[in-house]
């Protein structure tokens, strides 16, 4: 069993204490990563405020190059890193290095969208200009970050809140999902052996519940960027020393079928948007909102393609791995079975062993029962049936969260309609819920998050205007 040591001021650090990283498929310790004291997590802190100007002084073009360069070891340890992944998250090893390379592709598209941005000029020609003036607003850094990234796109969606920081010149203190804590830990080394200078990329390791306050708390802090849970979100925005927040938590996505047109293809579409990774995603398909006329016709068809789904370990390349943990597994067991005792018939699946459990479909899901409104995080899709389109976006909107929704129809006017009429942050027009492509606003609304994230959008929140005005 190997151990994984943080990373201050480009140091490994030794740990007097030290946290297990279990492997979820055989529910066995893993690794090793350091637990981090209090005092710990400061000097991260003081590291990279002390490295922030230095690193922004250096200019854009020294930062594109360290970010190639980092691009450049992850798709050469591609392999490597997508093992680690593998024993640590429980996902397909293909998913995994798609995850790599989607990652090294986000790089790029980072680097592009910054070229891309444009400064602010004025002068007396300008609209709204009396004074014989010119004035400059170019984007600058907002000084030290804090990323907090979770456990199901360990690397995906870290890199996507650091390599934009990076680039506009910030610092960060990076704390891995303690389930990813040491691909984080290897894509940190993987910093340091393409040259980041010490201080700019801190990662920080241990348990929640000695050093999840201290990290989102510190003085230094000038913005954060969490992706998580609900409750961590919400204390996170109760504690944290920077009201400057990023927030990206959790979805229940509604799909929602307005007629019977193509439902081939879209019972396809709704079981890859339900259970890819079986289902631990944030904009998984959670339910499936429609009329008895359309579910009698549709269930059957989602049935068949469930029932293809390969369920199994994760160096097999299935559609279905073991869960997380075995708290998130029996979590989704209760709903399951809540469900079941209330009169939800169960279509198919609903077995488990250990982690694992079985793709399950639930048909004739009520409002009165918690798989209705709770979010799964797991292989379980229930389908509502709704027969006026009213009640329809009544059920979608009473969610307390507000990430995604589908809406399938033949009449797109019809589907705009509704989509206007939806509280989340982005409706898809006869297309699953997805993240992306990465170039897109990601966001959420309620429950689901707090701020906007995309490639722009976190260039654009991780800096701030600074104006330079001359009078002639």
């Known amino acids: 069993m190997e151990k994984f040591k943080a990373i201050i001021n480009n140091q490994e650090i030794e740990s007097n204490s030290w946290l297990d990283i279990m492997d979820p498929t055989t529910d066995e310790v893993y690794a090793q990563v350091s637990a981090l004291s209090a005092q710990e997590i400061d000097s991260a802190f003081k590291a990279a405020k002390a490295a922030q100007k230095n690193w922004e002084a250096i200019g854009v073009e020294k930062r594109t190059e360290f970010l ?29 290095l798609t995850e790599v390379r989607r990652t090294a592709e986000y790089i790029d598209l980072t680097i592009s969208e910054y070229n891309d941005l444009q400064v602010l000029t004025f002068d007396k020609n300008s609209k709204g200009i009396t004074e014989d003036i010119t004035a400059e607003y170019k984007r600058i850094a907002k000084g030290v970050g804090v990323g907090i990234s979770p456990f199901n796109y360990p690397i995906n969606l870290a890199v996507s809140k650091l390599a934009p920081g990076l680039l506009t010149g910030n610092t960060f203190v990076f704390k891995p999902a303690t389930q990813g804590s040491v691909v984080g830990i290897k894509i940190g080394q993987l910093a340091i052996e393409a040259g980041l200078p010490a201080g700019v990329l801190n990662v920080v390791t241990g348990r929640g519940r000695d050093i999840g306050d201290v990290i989102v708390t510190n003085p230094l802090i000038d913005f954060i960027s969490f992706t998580g849970s609900v409750p961590v979100g919400k204390r996170l925005m109760e504690i944290s020393s920077s009201k400057d927040l990023v927030l990206e938590l959790g979805g229940k996505d509604a799909a929602i079928l307005l007629d019977d047109h193509n439902l081939e293809n879209i019972a396809k579409d709704i079981v890859a ?5 079986s289902g631990q995603r944030c904009t998984a398909i959670k339910r499936v909102i429609t009329t008895d006329d359309i579910a009698e016709k549709l269930t059957p068809l989602i049935k068949a393609e469930v029932a293809k789904l390969t369920v199994g370990l994760p160096s097999e390349n299935p559609i279905i791995t073991p869960m997380i943990d075995k708290k998130s597994a029996d979590f989704v067991t209760d709903l399951i079975n809540d469900a079941i005792k209330k009169g939800a018939t169960l279509v198919y699946g609903g077995s488990r062993d250990k982690n694992l459990l079985q793709p399950t479909l639930l048909d004739n899901v009520t409002v009165e029962m918690n798989v209705a409104w709770e979010e799964p995080f797991g292989p379980v899709l229930p389908i509502i049936r709704i027969n006026e389109i009213e009640n329809m976006i009544s059920i979608a909107n009473k969610s307390n969260f507000g990430l995604q929704t589908s809406i399938y129809s033949k009449d797109v006017d019809l589907a705009y309609k509704i989509a206007e009429q939806l509280e989340v942050g982005t409706v898809n027009i006869n297309r699953r819920t997805q993240r992306g492509p990465d170039v897109l606003p990601f966001l959420g609304v309620k429950d689901s998050g707090f701020g906007v994230q995309g490639i722009k959008e976190t260039i654009l929140s991780t800096t701030r205007y600074r104006g330079i005005i001359i009078k002639k």
């Open 68 to 96: 190639i360069r980092w691009r450049d070891l992850m798709l050469k340890n591609e392999e490597d890193l997508a093992t680690t992944m593998m024993h640590e998250i429980a996902k397909a090893y293909k998913d995994c």
């Open 273 to 277: 948007g339900a259970f890819s990774y």
